[in-house]
């Protein structure tokens, strides 16, 4: 039956599950306060990055976090201002890390990861939009055979889960992958079937394309307030309420914001990230690059490169930071030696992280025809068609494509 549906959030999740609910019959509005891709789905790396199933927390991370920080511009750092108030997300993390925890938070990354994987195929076929696709795959970095070998079993693990990968074990073997890097990567793993966007902003841009010549609507309101009502649910606005049949809050890392107004807390955070994006012809960038040792990427952007990452626990409303950016690109011009870093455009993104390092997905748990759809952390992009197929089975009231226990918001 045709429902009246409200996305709020003009991200990759929200455009991504709009397109979905659409193709499904449904009358799709999509409400943000920005616009189309105005925050973190605008900057990102564009890695559909399938191959990373293993949770962020995992056992024994919280030995080496003290020692990533102790560099105030490393992977990870903690604004002084900003410590006290991720204390308790930083011991949800330290429990989602626990080895029987993490076990069954494995399982349920590894059962998106590979619905995402077939999801996407069906939505780039769904928007003709293979020719904004690079499948070039991806390289992880080590420099020396002792870092190598702590990262086999992870190599391990993804052979485990059906995962393509091969080893490099010299200098030769990488250059003949990529040339042009710096000779302290002495190992890599490369992972054939990993695939970039061309520019995930025009990728999002794209799928908006597409739900709007279907009829689709994408409407500039800052939503206030949800609230339940007899078979479906209104929203409020600073200028009037609308009510529809069901709303999907896919307003990345603001979402607690609104899960809040139905009575939900959502220990959602945000793990700032920082990149600059350099012009074409910077470097000759043959795949996605991972300097697994030092939290960043080099991703190909427009046939330019964009180099970024780190983790930054700074919260929604501390300025940044661009010395962190500063910080990859001068690493960066070491790692990459031809590295042309002239006429860069610094970024900053929120990324939208729950400690267990999985998404929430599905009902709220005091107004049912609320469907969530946020967390998604550092794969948001990757697990975007996921994510919306998931959402549309669940309005739709059919069995969703994979177990969501583990992705529900009443688990923390
Ligand atoms: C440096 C960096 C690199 C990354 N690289 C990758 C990568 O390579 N691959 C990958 O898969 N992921 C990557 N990510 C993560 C990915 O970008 C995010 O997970 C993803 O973009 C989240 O999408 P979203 O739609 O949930 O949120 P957003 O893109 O943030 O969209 C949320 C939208 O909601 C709107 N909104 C918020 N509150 C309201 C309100 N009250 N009313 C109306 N509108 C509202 C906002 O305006 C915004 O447009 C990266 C992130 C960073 C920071």
Redesign the pocket.
């Known amino acids: 039956m045709m429902q009246q549906i409200i996305v709020?959030?003009?991200?990759?999740?929200?455009?991504?599950t709009a397109l979905e609910l659409q193709r499904r019959g449904h009358s799709v509005r999509v409400?943000?306060?920005?616009?189309?891709?105005?925050?973190?789905?605008?900057?990102?790396?564009?890695?559909?990055?399938f191959t990373e199933v293993e949770p962020l927390a995992t056992p024994g991370i919280m030995r080496k976090a003290p020692k990533w920080l102790l560099d105030p511009l490393g992977p990870l750092s903690i604004p002084p201002a900003y410590a006290l108030k991720i204390a308790p997300w930083m011991l949800r993390f330290w429990r989602a890390s626990r080895a029987d925890r993490y076990q069954k938070l494995l399982g349920a990354q590894v059962s998106l990861m590979q619905h995402s994987s077939a999801a996407l195929t069906r939505q780039i076929a769904l928007v003709d939009g293979e020719a904004r696709m690079q499948r070039d795959g991806q390289m992880q970095l080590y420099e020396s055979e002792a870092e190598y070998r702590a990262s086999l079993p992870t190599w391990e693990l993804r052979r485990r889960h059906g995962i393509d990968f091969e080893l490099l074990e010299s200098r030769e073997a990488i250059a003949e992958r990529q040339p042009g890097l710096s000779p302290r990567f002495t190992h890599a793993g490369f992972t054939p079937n990993w695939m970039?966007t061309i520019d995930?902003k025009a990728w999002?841009e794209h799928l908006v394309q597409a739900f709007r010549d279907r009829g689709g609507q994408i409407e500039t309101?800052?939503?206030?307030n949800l609230t339940p009502i007899e078979n479906g649910v209104r929203v409020t606005l600073a200028n009037g309420t609308v009510d529809a049949d069901h709303v999907v809050l896919?307003?990345?890392?603001?979402?607690h914001?609104?899960a809040q107004t139905l009575g939900d807390h959502i220990p959602l955070e945000t793990?700032?990230?920082?990149?600059t994006t350099l012009p074409e012809g910077a470097f000759d960038l043959r795949m996605?690059l991972t300097f697994s040792g030092h939290g960043f990427?080099a991703?190909r952007i427009n046939n330019g490169v964009r180099i970024?990452?780190?983790v930054e626990l700074g919260g929604l409303t501390l300025p940044p930071n661009f010395k962190r950016a500063e910080t990859l690109l001068d690493k960066a011009r070491q790692f990459l030696p031809g590295l042309n870093t002239e006429g860069g455009t610094q970024?900053?993104?929120?990324?939208?992280?729950l400690p267990d390092s999985i998404?929430v997905i599905g009902p709220s748990p005091g107004a049912p025809n609320v469907i969530y759809?946020?967390?998604?952390?550092?794969?948001?992009?990757?697990?975007?068609a996921g994510t919306a197929e998931i959402v549309a089975t669940l309005i739709d009231g059919q069995a969703p494509p994979i177990p969501t226990t583990p992705f529900a918001a009443n688990r923390f």
């Open positions: 709020i959030g003009a991200g990759i999740v929200g455009i991504s409400f943000d306060r920005s616009g189309v891709a105005a925050e973190t789905s605008a900057g990102n790396a564009g890695a559909f990055a970039n995930p999002t309101h800052e939503v206030l896919s307003a990345g890392a603001w979402s914001h609104l793990e700032r990230g920082y990149n996605h990427v991703s970024g990452g780190a970024w900053m993104g929120f990324r939208p992280s998404p759809a946020f967390g998604h952390g550092h794969l948001g992009l990757t697990q975007s």
